[in-house]
C-alpha cells in the first residue's frame, strides 16, 4: 500500500466532490434543456461547469493517487 501524505488524501477527498458535482451539475443541466432548450445561455454555463468539475477531479485524484518522493532536507546533512 502507498503511503499518502494529509494533502494527498485532502485531494482524493476533494476530487471525489468534483465528480459528485459533476453529476449534478450534468442533471441539472439535462433538466434545463429539456424544459428551456440548448440555446439557453445558462445551459453553456452549465455544461463548462460539468467539464470544470469533471478537469478539477481528474488533476486532484492524479496528484492524490501518485507516489511522492520525500523532499525534505536533512539539516544535519547526509553524511
Do not use: H, W
Amino acid at each position: 500500500m502507498k503511503t499518502r501524505k494529509p494533502a494527498q488524501r485532502l485531494s482524493l477527498i476533494v476530487a471525489y466532490i468534483c465528480y459528485v458535482a459533476a453529476v449534478i451539475t450534468l442533471c441539472a443541466a439535462g433538466y434545463r434543456a429539456y424544459a428551456v432548450g440548448t440555446d439557453n445561455p445558462i445551459f453553456a454555463s452549465l455544461v463548462a461547469s460539468v467539464f470544470f468539475f469533471v478537469s478539477c477531479g481528474i488533476v486532484l485524484q492524479v496528484i492524490g493517487s501518485v507516489s511522492l518522493p520525500d523532499l525534505k532536507i536533512d539539516p544535519k546533512g547526509s553524511e
